[in-house]
T-cell receptor, first 111, second 112 residues
Framework: DAKTTQPTSMDCAEGRAANLPCNHS???????VYWYRQIHSQGPQYIIH???NNETNEMASLIITEDRKSSTLILPHATLRDTAVYYC????????????FGTGTRLTVIP | NAGVTQTPKFQVLKTGQSMTLQCAQD?????MYWYRQDPGMGLRLIYY???????DKGEVPNGYNVSRLNKREFSLRLESAAPSQTSVYFC???????????FGPGTRLTVL
């Protein structure tokens, strides 16, 4: 599975959009981009995933560049409860299908 | 529908003691996973079970054994606990063709 690079930490004002970047320059054609988050001391929570098209659900939007080498997770209106560590994960569809968690981005939403 | 449950929530062991961490899911998922998370780090895969009756090693299997008791339950055993196994342990499950993993709340283990 391809490696990902994320900033260590970011701040965002409450009510504003949080844009979390992720680089995955070695991604291959059949690998998906997944985003999970982990709120303090809890188990990771799935947010969204995509292959090449932009995706949106009730939690977030995922923008994947045309060359698929990077992506951005967008939380449209960040709240204090969105403070968490966000993990960008690239995974294929074969094999163990386990998730490789790097160190992620610690997002702090500021009142 | 409780999702993925783990017991116990907290445990303190002395070096050399043994224990079993329990995990159960009620979502009829085929695959189950055990991860550990050390302070300030991401999760690392210990063992996984792609389906009932099968188990395979992950990234950090040494010192652990697993049992896929049935489709619902996947246990993790520490035969002789060591301080290096102090960590938070997460269980997860996934459907056969599903894309997402669902995680339990974790077990916080301290080995003295």
């Amino acid at each position: 599975d391809a490696k990902t690079t994320q900033p260590t930490s970011m701040d965002c004002a409450e009510g504003r959009a949080a844009n979390l970047p992720c680089n995955h320059s070695t991604i291959s054609g059949n690998e998906y981009v997944y985003w999970y988050r982990q709120i303090h001391s809890q188990g990771p929570q799935y947010i969204i995933h995509g292959l090449k098209n932009n995706e949106t659900n009730e939690m977030a939007s995922l923008i994947i560049t045309e060359d698929r080498k990077s992506s951005t997770l967008i939380l449209p209106h960040a709240t204090l409860r969105d403070t968490a560590v966000y993990y960008c994960i690239v995974r294929g569809v074969t094999g163990a299908n386990n998730l490789f968690f790097g160190t992620g981005t610690r997002l702090t939403v500021i009142p | 529908n409780a999702g993925v449950t783990q017991t116990p929530k907290f445990q303190v062991l002395k070096t050399g003691q043994s224990m079993t961490l329990q995990c159960a899911q009620d979502m009829n998922h085929n695959s189950m996973y055990w991860y550990r998370q050390d302070p300030g780090m991401g999760l690392r895969l210990i063992y996984y079970s792609a389906s009932e009756g099968t188990t395979d090693k992950g990234e950090v299997p040494n010192g652990y054994n697993v049992s896929r008791l049935n489709k619902r339950e996947f246990s993790l055993r520490l035969e002789s606990a060591a301080p290096s196994q102090t960590s938070v342990y997460f269980c997860a499950s996934r459907t056969l063709l599903g894309d997402t993993q669902y995680f339990g709340p974790g077990t916080r283990l301290t080995v003295l």
